[in-house]
């Protein structure tokens, strides 16, 4: 199916393990994104890739790792996860400055 | 440097009532500003946005916002609210330059009563 897909949907973890969280888009975007939505402060940007194989942080990317080998793929890694990265993650992408699409987003509960 | 104000985080309205969503924006470059909707469960979807020319633009759903500089302002309106307006709204700008990127405000809850 066309459009950006994110996986999984649904992710329980527990404090200190890794976790990946998954992104795709098939309209070959050069912009990528990753946000984390959390209650009173909106969404907030994490990492995002203008092209493969270069990425660049946002406003939080502390304990978070990116990767773009393809166009098409930008996972986000918690290296060890903690509770406070408990929160809803959205991956978009882009053509250019202008629009952004999202994903439906993927909900991390950490214990 | 950008940043959005989006005041109050809930708004309720009558079914049929006029919407009126305010957003607020700073900005150290000329802006693009956007308006996202998020239902429930799902991801954002663009509404509307403003990048040049026309400063009154109508998006989806019957939605309308007008950028007004001297007013910071890129307020989002709608005549006659409905059911399905139920969600929350984000005001978001960028600047205009390729690697530009989204700033958002907190996000603004609608309720329609019937």
């Known amino acids: 199916d066309a459009g950006i897909t994110q996986s999984p949907r649904y992710k329980i973890t527990e404090t200190g393990r890794q976790v990946t969280l998954m992104c795709h888009q098939t309209?070959?975007?050069?912009?990528m994104f990753w946000y984390r939505q959390d209650l009173g402060h909106g969404l907030r940007l994490i990492y995002y890739?203008?092209?493969?194989?270069?990425?660049d942080k946002g406003e939080v990317p502390d304990g978070y790792v990116v990767s773009r080998s393809k166009t098409e793929n930008f996972p986000l890694t918690l290296e060890s996860a903690t509770r406070s990265q408990t929160s809803v993650y959205f991956c978009?992408?882009?053509?250019?400055?202008?629009?952004?699409?999202f994903g439906p987003g993927t909900r991390l509960l950490v214990l | 440097a950008q940043s959005v104000t989006q005041l109050g985080s809930h708004v309720s309205v009558s079914e049929g009532a006029l919407v009126l969503l305010r957003c607020n924006y700073s900005?150290?470059?000329?802006?693009?500003l956007f308006w996202y909707v998020q239902y429930p469960n799902q991801g954002l979807q663009l509404l509307l946005k403003?990048?040049?020319?026309?400063?009154l633009v109508k998006g989806i759903n019957g939605f309308e916002a007008e950028f007004k500089k001297s007013e910071t302002s890129f307020h989002l309106t709608k005549p006659s609210a409905h059911m399905s307006d139920a969600a929350e709204y984000f005001c978001?700008?960028?600047?205009?330059?390729?690697?530009?990127?989204?700033?958002f405000g907190k996000g603004i809850t609608l309720s329609v009563r019937p």
């Open positions: 978009a992408s882009s053509a250019s400055v202008e629009t952004q699409y």
């Open positions: 309209w070959s975007h050069s912009y």
């Open positions: 890739s203008a092209a493969a194989d270069i990425t």
């Open positions: 900005s150290s470059v000329p802006p693009y």
């Open positions: 403003y990048t040049t020319g026309a400063t």
């Open positions: 978001a700008v960028s600047g205009t330059g390729a690697n530009s990127k989204l700033t």
